[in-house]
């Protein structure tokens, strides 16, 4: 048996193919539009599985980057704090070698108890110094200062030899990793009646009254070695959140690259493709008015 194909069924089957074609041409100029190249995830459920994951990632990401970022403050503030307390236990160990020297007069060694005073209260000062409102030496402790009292008193926790702090500051810069980004005053500057405070103040007394300090430079040079010491640590743990953000910092281009690479599409590929579909479309609209035209001798057949 033969089956006759009819003109109805010639016009259906042209008109689903331009319906086609003009569903195809929309999604692209969709696509051209909004440059993206998933609006849906039935677009491309692999691209879209792709770019889900790189997001999810991105948002850890850069998470970790302003962890490192606020780590990278801190710890500029711990850095700057101690050069600059060491700076100060320079200049008192100068003095303390001029007053043992018994060249000094009484007047001499008054001046020099007055400038040790005056850099005692900034060394304190320094100890104290806050960054983003919290005190960088106070290890957990919320207080607003790290030393209080006299003489100046660690206000942190305390680990049970009473001497290390029980907690330090913590940021998370990677799926695995934590860093420290505080220091405890203890490290640094010691604690109660064996701080550098203590120190400092012992000092000043036996210069004015006129004592024999020589055992206090060797007590300022064990000072000043423990604070060089805790700006080694400080500088160290300074150095791996630097190559952390460098990192870090990378990873978030790939992953932005990933990500556009599966989600948007390229305006010029997109373009020629808009293009050619548009050439496409209209000529098939022109031949398929061609084939589908009727006279009345097609009726009379």
Do not use: C
Request: glycine share 6%; net charge negative; no cysteine.
């Amino acid at each position: 048996m033969i089956n006759r194909v009819t003109s109805a069924m010639t016009t259906a089957v042209t008109r689903a193919n331009l319906q086609d074609s003009a569903r195809t041409l929309a999604q692209l100029q969709e696509r051209a539009a909004s440059r993206e190249a998933i609006s849906r995830p039935s677009d491309d459920p692999a691209g879209t599985r792709t770019a889900l994951a790189a997001r999810a990632e991105l948002t850890r990401t850069t998470q970790y980057e302003r962890n490192l970022q606020n780590a990278d403050t801190w710890l500029n503030g711990v850095d700057s704090a101690l050069q600059s307390g060491l700076d100060i236990m320079n200049r008192v160990q100068e003095l303390a070698l001029r007053g043992a020297s018994g060249t000094l007069n009484e007047a001499g060694r008054a001046a020099n108890a007055t400038e040790i005073e005056q850099l005692r209260s900034e060394l304190l000062s320094l100890a104290n110094t806050q960054v983003l409102g919290r005190s960088i030496f106070a290890g957990t402790s919320t207080r607003g200062a790290a030393y209080e009292g006299t003489p100046p008193t660690w206000t942190g926790p305390l680990a049970d030899d009473g001497k290390t702090a029980a907690a330090t500051v913590q940021r998370r810069i990677s799926d695995t990793e934590t860093i420290q980004v505080d220091l405890p005053g203890p490290a640094a500057f010691g604690n109660g009646t064996s701080s550098v405070f203590a120190v400092l103040d012992k000092l000043a007394q036996d210069l004015r009254s006129d004592a024999d300090i020589t055992p206090s430079i060797a007590t300022i040079e064990a000072a000043r070695k423990n604070m060089a010491s805790a700006l080694t640590e400080s500088g160290a743990r300074h150095a791996t959140v630097g190559r952390a953000m460098e990192a870090t910092q990378l990873r978030l281009t790939e992953l932005e690259a990933t990500r556009g690479s599966t989600e948007e599409t390229d305006l010029a590929e997109a373009a020629l493709e808009l293009k050619m579909q548009q050439i496409n479309y209209e000529a098939a609209l022109a031949v398929t008015a061609q084939a589908l035209q009727t006279s009345l001798l097609d009726y009379l057949r």
